[in-house]
């Protein structure tokens, strides 16, 4: 799996430096993303706290499975990669009201990963590269006290965004300014899906 990571980080670094040679300077990131609202969606590895009114013993926590699916009592398996908590608890009455009259079930995220498509990957010269669950109002300054700054060897100011949700479009920011010197004009917010690129520097 490190290696796996190591082997994705060097590419996606190579990417962001031949990206940057062949289309002069980047953009930089946007400070306030035109995307203001964001529901949390639920992936593999999350864990659900599922409550029935009334019926305890329909009342439950599961882990959602690698293929996106939960169990529960009455219920075999059911979907809910893909979608929100509300979501979640109306499928789930309507499979109850199979068995249950009037069920009113609510849905509580208590272990959260998201989708991969919503993960935050951070690659290249940071000192713990991972992948970190989305969180709303997540900021590039959050991203890096969670995966523990930059090695000696980065180069910070030349990192880059690659922005899933705007088809893959790449951003630079300026890691070095925010967190060597303070510069909290350098602070952008994070979008679900983003890759920060961090290269390394040659000199």
Do not use: H
């Not at 991969?116 to 990957?121: A, D, G, K, P, V």
């Not at 920011?173 to 952008?188: E, F, T, Y």
Request: some cysteine; charged content about 20%; aromatic content about 6%.
């Amino acid at each position: 799996m490190l290696a796996r990571m190591r082997a994705l980080s060097m590419g996606l670094v190579m990417v962001g430096l031949f990206g940057c040679a062949s289309q002069g300077a980047l953009p930089p990131a946007p400070i306030v993303p035109t995307a203001q609202d964001y529901s949390y969606i639920i992936g593999p590895g999350d864990s659900l706290n599922i409550m029935v009114w009334r019926n305890p013993e329909l009342s439950m926590s599961v882990p959602v499975r690698p293929d996106g699916k939960i169990s529960a009592p009455l219920i075999d398996e059911m979907s809910v990669q893909g979608k929100n908590s509300v979501e979640i608890a109306r499928d789930i009455e309507k499979q109850l009201s199979k068995y249950v009259r009037d069920p009113v079930v609510t849905v509580i995220v208590t272990g959260f990963v998201g989708p991969y498509s919503e993960q935050i990957r951070v690659v290249g010269e940071a000192a713990k590269p991972q992948f970190l669950p989305y969180k709303q109002k997540m900021t590039l300054l959050d991203v890096m006290i969670a995966v523990g700054g930059l090695t000696d060897f980065a180069s910070g100011n030349s990192a880059t965004i690659l922005r899933s949700s705007e088809g893959n479009k790449q951003y630079s920011v300026r890691l070095k300014d925010l967190i060597k010197r303070g510069d909290v004009s350098a602070n952008v917010e994070m979008r679900p899906g983003d890759i920060l690129i961090i290269p390394q520097s040659f000199f």
